[in-house]
């Protein structure tokens, strides 16, 4: 138990949201709150705005500004709040994905109009398998939204999680008047660009008492009581357990860019969100305080500027102390290495760093040892576990445009799958690569780097599947199966039998028609 202290001091989490509900303003405030920025925007300039395919230079360009955004740390009541970003463009959410593999918990921020949007329902699919805990934040509820309970009910459909207000709207739109504290019964009425302190808190124990009304008006007032009787009727307490099992989820009501019901949520977080919790590898388990390093590199980014060609691999400290300069076993290539530069994010700015702890992100400048999942230790072989990929949503074959480099093109498509750009399968038998990705950007994005870094030129053929399963299950079945549909059988780069379908209803009639053959959406076989 040697870090105990470090260990509990530290939360490690991501905001995730559809784009635009508001993730960069609400990151923004939590920032400020920490300290860790001084003015307000500045996490705003570093977004990936929108863009058209066509841009995907500038937006690579932007991503490049964003790996010093890629970890924030901040403080907060002497916590150590490790911020992970995720990319906003859904071209990306393979990325998103595989930092949702590092965090201990997450926020979900929904935009209040539009209620459960499609990305935020893929992410917190991802965030279910591993049974994060989540915080929900409804945005935007100076806008005329949907009814409050309307969206807790689509919140638990959608997302099959449970759901718990610990606060509650009054009113909304031009009408919202703040919100009440149903736990802590204090009011907090709405001001725009709130710098509303805990002195700003009214204590109302008594919810039927007068002050209500003459805070908030007669009409108001009945409509909070209703909602509060109603409320009140169906929780009682809240039950921390079930939010760190992941089957409940606190919401907050609040506006982001008004900084809004932002320390509420806040300082709940601290209070409830987890610290690191053990993981697991192909062996055992790893709790934190162990005293050796274990950890692993959950994503990759490689600079596809060329006057800047640095690759840095982002490495999560699952136990242990990471120290500068001490050699570590890299399990995969069973080899020992070390670092002279890691960074840490303290602030917003890369710092060099000599030791870090469980819960912290470091990034290791690589010269292309590492992949997606590759762990370090201090000499015991052993694997994390929980870091898969996804099935890809877009599927092409690589056609060489120049056969004097194939050698080229083969070790290209080889290092960028490994960072994580894309996926790569082979067909059964035959020598046809098959890319698979989120988004079209990543196909221009691999085009490109192939032919700066690579000196091949490729183009690519559009096939017509759309989700990738791994194959388990009874082997002779698995076998007899990949014989018979040998065209839409690929392999993945460990081998894996995958069977690409054309759509649900054949996916739907393959699963009902092989009962003794699993599908799985993820390479874990989960
Ligand atoms: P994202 O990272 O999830 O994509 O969302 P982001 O924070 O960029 O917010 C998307 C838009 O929603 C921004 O407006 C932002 O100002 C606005 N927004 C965020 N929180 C609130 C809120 O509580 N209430 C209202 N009414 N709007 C909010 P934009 O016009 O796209 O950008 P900007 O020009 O305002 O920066």
């Known amino acids: 138990m040697k870090y105990a202290k470090e260990i509990e001091q530290r939360k490690t989490f991501a ?172 009011l907090l009425q709405f001001q725009a660009s709130s710098k509303a302190t805990d002195d700003d808190l009214i204590q109302i124990p008594d919810i039927n008492a007068p002050l209500v009304a003459q805070l908030i008006g007669e009409k108001d007032a009945k409509q909070l009581q209703e909602d509060i009787e109603l409320i009140d ?45 053990s993981r697991f590898t192909n062996t055992r388990e790893i709790t934190p305080n162990e005293d050796k390093l274990t950890g692993f590199v959950f994503k990759i980014h490689a600079n596809i500027d060329p006057r800047h060609r640095d690759r840095i691999a982002f490495f999560r400290i699952c136990s242990g102390k990471f120290e500068r300069n001490k050699f570590y076993h890299h399990v995969r290539l069973d080899k020992d290495v070390r670092f002279n530069n890691p960074y840490t994010f303290m602030a917003r700015e890369k710092n060099v760093v000599d030791d870090a702890y469980p819960g912290d992100v470091v990034g290791l400048f690589d010269t292309g040892n590492f992949k997606i999942g590759d762990t370090l230790t201090e000499g015991e072989n052993m694997t994390f576990v929980g870091i898969p990929s996804f099935s890809p949503e877009i599927f092409k074959e690589v056609v060489n445009n120049d056969p004097m480099k194939s050698k080229q093109l083969e070790k290209g498509l080889n290092q960028l799958t490994e960072e994580g750009v894309a ?66 059988i690929v392999e993945d780069k460990d081998g894996n039998s995958i069977y690409l379908a054309q759509s649900e209803w054949y996916l739907n009639t393959e699963i009902a028609n092989n009962k003794d053959i699993h599908f799985y959406f993820t390479s874990e076989m989960k």
Request: glycine share 8%; charged share 25%; hydrophobic share 40%.
């Open 15 to 186: 905001i995730i949201s559809h784009p635009d509900a508001g993730k960069t303003t609400l990151t923004e405030k939590l920032l400020l709150f920490g300290g860790a920025i001084q003015v307000a925007g500045a996490v705003k300039s570093n977004k990936i705005k929108k863009a058209s395919t066509s841009d995907f230079m500038e937006i690579e360009r932007q991503r490049g500004i964003s790996v010093a955004t890629s970890v924030m740390s901040f403080e907060y009541r002497e916590k150590l709040i490790n911020l992970l970003d995720t990319p906003g463009h859904k071209d990306f959410a393979e990325d998103t994905y595989r930092t949702l593999t590092a965090v201990d918990s997450v926020i979900l921020v929904i935009d209040c109009v539009k209620g459960v949007e499609e990305q935020t329902q893929r992410l917190m699919e991802v965030c279910r398998m591993r049974d994060t805990p989540v915080i929900v934040y409804i945005n935007k509820m100076d806008r005329d939204g949907r009814n409050p309970f309307e969206l807790l009910e689509e919140l638990e459909e959608k997302l099959n999680i449970k759901t718990q207000p610990l606060t509650w709207p009054i009113n909304g739109g031009k009408e919202f008047k703040g919100v009440y504290h149903v736990l802590n019964k204090s």
């Open 423 to 488: 996926q790569l399968f082979t067909q059964h038998g035959g020598n046809r690569k098959i890319i698979g990705c989120v988004g079209e950007l990543q196909f221009e994005v691999i085009q490109y780097r192939l032919l700066q870094e690579y000196g091949s030129a490729c183009s690519f053929k559009t096939l017509p599947f759309y989700k990738a399963c791994w194959l388990g299950g009874d082997k002779t079945a698995v076998a007899n199966f990949a014989k018979f549909k040998q065209a839409n």
């Open 233 to 277: 009727g169906v929780y009682d307490g809240f039950p921390v357990d079930e939010y760190l099992s992941g089957q409940l989820a606190p919401v907050f009501f609040g506006s982001a860019v008004n900084n809004f019901g932002v320390k509420e949520m806040l300082d709940t977080f601290v209070d409830i969100a987890p610290s690191p919790k």
